[in-house]
């Protein structure tokens, strides 16, 4: 099963670019990688989610390398409203019952005035 | 329109009691999950159903059961509460093919005294 492994939190400011990274060294071939955002008292918010190379939207791009034992959620230009933890999800396997979705612990993201 | 919604969004129960809560989504999807979150914001997936039939059943005790009477529902019965299922539950849904790609309702705050 892979699993995922991402930074407990990170700090930043009004206007910069937060780039979160997720390692997930046994990933499987048909997994695909999902990034989820969290707000106090709500639940999870699909963010973006990709196979390979690079995707992007009008919220974030995520990057995941040839190998895809990582991928990179970034954020451009964050404000105060960003401030969220947010999720990485490795799966989506299609095997008859071997369907298995792991999250990872989450990244706390603090955004500073 | 509320995509996923659950009922209660509090509940306060005794040890030992016995409590449902339901969830319902409109989005016409095929599969619906079940997630605890701990006090620690980690996202354990419980249970997940497809066309009313389970098809993740993670390790978690039998005193939890969940319901789908229909692909719009699935609902969680939580028998003999203890302490330790103190937490928020939260209720989610995807199209069969993108599970990756889920709806999260806004939450069960279950709190056992």
């Known amino acids: ?113 | 329109d509320t995509a996923v919604s659950q009922t209660p969004k509090y509940l306060v129960t005794q040890m030992g009691n016995d409590k449902s809560i339901k969830c319902e989504q409109n989005l016409g999807h095929d599969t619906m999950y079940w997630y605890k979150q701990d006090s620690k914001k980690f996202l354990k997936i419980m249970f997940s159903y497809n066309n009313k039939e389970l098809i993740i059943n993670e390790t978690v005790p039998n005193r939890f059961s969940p319901k789908s009477p229909d692909k719009a529902h699935l609902n969680l019965h939580i028998n003999s509460l203890e302490l330790g299922d103190s937490a928020v539950y939260f209720c989610a849904s995807s199209q069969e093919m993108r599970p990756g790609t889920q709806y999260f309702g806004p939450g069960t705050r279950l709190l056992v005294l």
């Open chain 1, 1 to 113: 099963l892979a699993k995922t492994t991402q930074p407990i939190s990170m700090d930043s400011y009004e206007g910069q670019e937060v780039n979160i990274t997720c390692s997930h060294n046994n990933i499987a071939t048909n997994d695909y990688i999902t990034w989820y955002q969290q707000f106090p008292s709500q639940g999870p918010r699909f963010i973006i989610q990709g196979y390979k190379t690079k995707v992007t939207n009008e919220v974030a791009s995520l990057f995941i390398p040839a190998d895809r034992k990582s991928s990179t959620l970034s954020l451009p230009r964050v404000s105060l409203s960003d401030t969220a933890v947010y999720y990485c999800l490795v799966g989506d396997v299609y095997a008859g019952n071997n369907r298995k979705l792991i999250w990872g612990l989450g990244t706390s993201l603090a955004v500073n005035p």
